[in-house]
């Protein structure tokens, strides 16, 4: 069918794919659950707003996104982009570093707790020195 459509002189809508994948260095992976701001996942994500990308492939569903992965796909399909995950089943290292994010996201906001009691506690203590003076 292509032969005839070259014969015909037609032009094949070409198709594209993108290959998502992220490198991290030790520290970034750790922090990766938590990233919103990736430069090139979001330029991505525009290409696929003006549906120019039919496919979007990612080795592990967690390269894409640790979190929230149903409505990464949703959009993808009101966009037209197939998601193609490479591998469903996560090796145990991966199945390490996806709890090693866990721990760091638990981590994160067990500090912030932290800061937040401390200023309290020192807003009630100049709030009660302000009352006595």
């Known amino acids: 069918m292509s032969e005839v459509r070259r014969i015909l002189g037609e032009r094949q809508k070409a198709k594209r ?3 998502y994948a992220r490198v991290s260095s ?8 938590l990233n919103d701001r990736r430069r090139n996942f979001w330029k991505m994500m525009d ?3 003006e549906k120019q990308i039919p496919y ?5 569903h967690d390269r894409l996104t640790r979190f929230g ?10 966009y037209g982009t197939e998601l193609i ?15 090693e994010d866990l721990i760091a996201i638990i981590t994160s906001f067990s500090a ?4 937040f009691k ?9 709030t009660a020195q302000n009352s006595s003076s």
């Open 47 to 49: 290409f696929i707003k």
């Open 112 to 115: 912030r707790s932290q800061k």
């Open 69 to 78: 992965l149903e409505y990464i796909k949703a959009l993808l399909r009101e």
């Open 118 to 126: 401390k200023i309290a506690e020192i807003l009630k203590d100049e």
């Open 17 to 19: 794919a993108v290959i």
């Open 56 to 60: 979007l492939i990612v080795e592990f």
């Open 85 to 99: 995950v490479v591998e469903e089943k996560m090796s145990r290292d991966k199945m390490q570093e996806l709890v």
């Open 26 to 33: 030790q520290k970034q992976e750790k922090e990766s659950g």
